[in-house]
């Protein structure tokens, strides 16, 4: 197959749409997880297996994401991306024709390998077409772009959950107009000039095991900040229907709503990212940090709902800046041939963050003495990661702002 020395706007699309995959699996089911409930109320530990099927694929993600990316070094990007996608329609839908829970529950532990293999060879190949200002852009875009699915999938799965439970797991399916956008509109990266080659053959450069300048102490700098980030990214998209609760919003309709209203800070936060990312990365960072200790305040302190929200739209603010700003931060450092193990442990990293956000906040709240409490605890939890930030700027300041802008050189 010939293709243009550059990739274009539809190369970086079919690359950009997968990153809904990820958010489909819980925010498309999370509608019907009541009716699942009710439907499986015979089977012994429903209350606690029936909730996994929503949250065994982000598991998954977090534990499989570095083998994936180890994968497609060494395999190549292209070939494991496409047989992920199909792989991910066969499993996503097949609740829609199984009916033991254990069936389904290994259904969706398919789901989370294809989604790790998705989520990572994706993210790699946007690194490996794509270079300085026009990678920040696409990397970026999968924030605000992942956010803005959960409200449309949140919103399909409701209208589709009521012809029965079963019946979102159709759209998994989805997954097959993806196959045929990458087949069509991209090719089996070969090194960072991303040359296209004949025929999809590979070229040396892959089979890549080699370990050999991988940037480990900046890579585990990025990686600890990545986890942090990630419990505080999360809070908000967890926590925000039940603080609203507290403050008397009873109505889930309304709640959603509100709750929606906020999560508009996560694309925003993308947008502004997309003007001022080739700041320093430790001046971004520290910004970052201080929206999300002042989200988090406003929310703690917050007597009425408006407030509230007000608080949570502040730190989505600074979510949506600072998930690209890691991200791309990552990406400058990965040469083409660990490109694909970086991203997969800055995805796994993620994960484990989503996985420990509510695991932290609730012990946080159990500590301080309630939800609204909890808030305040986690804006001094965001205030030291500011201050650790101020104390090690001269370690994250230069050397990857220097990689950012030359990327295209050296790769």
């Given at each position: 197959m010939n293709h243009d020395d550059q990739p274009g706007a539809m190369t970086g699309i079919a690359l950009l749409l997968p990153i809904t995959l990820s958010t489909m699996a819980i925010v498309l089911l999370?509608?019907?997880?009541?009716?699942?409930?009710q439907e499986f109320s015979g089977v012994s530990g429903h209350?606690?297996?029936?909730?996994?099927?929503?949250t065994i694929p982000a598991l998954c993600i977090a534990l499989l994401s570095p083998l994936a990316g180890v994968l497609g070094d060494y395999f190549g990007r292209r070939r494991l991306l496409l047989a992920a996608f199909a792989f991910y329609a066969l499993v996503g839908v097949a609740p829609v024709f199984l009916h033991d829970l254990s069936t389904i529950l290994i259904s969706r532990v398919g789901v989370g390998i294809a989604e790790a293999m998705i989520m990572v060879l994706s993210t790699t190949m946007i690194g490996d077409y794509f270079h300085g200002a026009a990678r920040d852009k696409w990397l970026a875009a999968q924030t605000a772009f992942a956010s803005m699915s959960a409200l449309l999938f949140f919103n399909i799965g409701g209208q589709l959950g009521s012809f029965g439970w079963r019946t979102p797991f159709w759209v998994y399916l989805s997954a097959l107009a993806m196959l045929v956008l990458v087949q069509l509109f991209t090719w089996e990266p070969t090194g960072d000039a991303a040359a296209p080659t004949q025929g999809d053959e590979p070229r040396a450069g892959q089979h890549s095991t080699s370990w050999a300048g991988f940037p480990w102490s900046r890579m585990a700098v990025i990686l600890g900040i990545t986890i942090y980030g990630a419990i505080f990214f999360y809070t908000v998209q967890i926590q925000a229907p039940v603080g609203l609760a507290v403050l008397g919003v009873a109505d889930p309709a309304r709640a959603g709503f509100l709750t929606s209203v906020a999560s508009v800070g996560v694309p925003l936060g993308t947008f502004v990212y997309s003007r001022i990312g080739r700041w320093p990365v430790q001046r971004l960072l520290v910004i970052e940090f201080a929206l999300l200790a002042i989200g988090f305040l406003l929310m703690g302190r917050a007597h009425q709902p408006s407030g509230f929200v007000l608080g949570c739209f502040v730190n989505q603010l600074g979510a949506g800046l600072l998930l690209p700003t890691l991200l791309v931060w990552a990406m400058s450092l990965l040469t083409f041939e660990v490109r694909g193990r970086g991203a997969g442990m800055w995805q796994s990293a993620f994960a484990l963050g989503q996985f420990l956000s509510p695991v932290v906040v609730t012990f946080a709240a159990s500590l301080a003495g309630g939800l609204q409490n909890a808030f305040a605890v986690l804006s001094g939890g965001a205030a030291l990661g500011l201050?650790?930030?101020?104390?090690?700027?001269?370690?994250?300041k230069r050397a990857p702002d220097a990689a950012l802008v030359k990327v295209s050189l050296h790769g």
């Open positions: 999370a509608p019907v997880l009541p009716r699942m409930i209350d606690y297996w029936v909730p996994m099927i929503l201050v650790a930030l101020l104390l090690c700027a001269g370690r994250i």
